[in-house]
């Protein structure tokens, strides 16, 4: 092993990041790798300690979906979890492995898609969706599959963008745009790899807090809220439709 190696638990997945998944084309390909750099030591620092607050992490099992490069999955691993890591990417998900590797990190990776967890019913303790709900081609399906995949008692954790925040509408999170993250899919593609000529386009469509929230008690599920800020009281108030972020926190029956 090479004295980088050695030294660097993320010198592995930063070289496959450079070969397999950075886009040499992005003008934002600076920021996104300097987003990769700080991913593990968010997981460990800001979304595992919230994660904690609402469910046992030790022993848990606990599917990732949209999990990504694996920042997550490694962070969880750390706190004693067993964690399934799920994307629609391959390549992402050899990246998340490579990650892993470089963490000594136990945690398993498979491709699939949220609207069809390939996981029996019942089969995980904790579901976490961080900043991928706006991804998903179809929320409710995959709010769904996420519900039909938990066991009893257990916590879907959800985290991710208002479609009607003032702070995305003047500039989103992904492309930095005035105004398309009201835009419908298409209409959004189209804008940015056609009118302003981006390389890519991956978004879907940005959720409605309010109206997540709906959907999971719809579910069958009984909405948790962040502690001291109970999400009941807040019902389909200002914070969950025009916050720039919200957090859903979900228990199955």
Not at 144 to 152: Q, T
Request: charged share 25%; glycine share 8%; net charge positive.
């Amino acid at each position: 092993m090479s004295e980088a190696l050695a030294h660097d638990p993320e010198a592995e997945f930063v070289g496959y990041w450079e070969t397999h998944l950075a886009d040499k084309s992005d003008p934002q390909i600076d920021r996104w790798r300097a987003i990769e750099r700080t991913q593990v030591t968010r997981a460990r620092t800001e979304i595992v300690p919230k994660i904690a607050a609402h469910c046992a992490i030790e022993g848990a099992r606990i599917l990732d979906v949209g999990c990504q490069c694996g920042a997550l999955a490694v962070a969880l691993s750390e706190r004693g979890a067993r964690v399934t890591g799920l994307d629609v990417s391959e390549r992402l998900i050899e990246g998340a492995r490579a990650r892993a590797r470089g963490y000594n990190a136990a945690a398993t990776f498979v491709c699939g898609v949220g609207e069809a967890l390939p996981f029996a019913s019942d089969s995980f303790d904790v579901v976490t969706l961080i900043d991928v709900v706006e991804h998903v081609q179809d929320l409710a399906k995959t709010l769904a599959e996420c519900a039909r995949v938990i066991a009893p008692g257990g916590v879907i954790y959800l985290h991710g963008p208002n479609r009607w925040s003032p702070r995305w509408f003047g500039r989103d999170p992904h492309y930095r745009m005035l105004g398309i993250s009201v835009l419908p899919e298409k209409i959004g593609r189209f804008y940015v790899t056609r009118v302003r000529g981006l390389p890519s386009y991956d978004v879907s469509v940005f959720p409605v807090g309010s109206d997540v929230a709906k959907t999971l008690v719809s579910l069958g599920l009984t909405l948790r809220g962040e502690p001291q800020r109970p999400i009941q009281k807040l019902g389909r108030g200002v914070s969950l439709r025009f916050a720039s972020m919200f957090t859903l926190v979900a228990t199955k029956r």
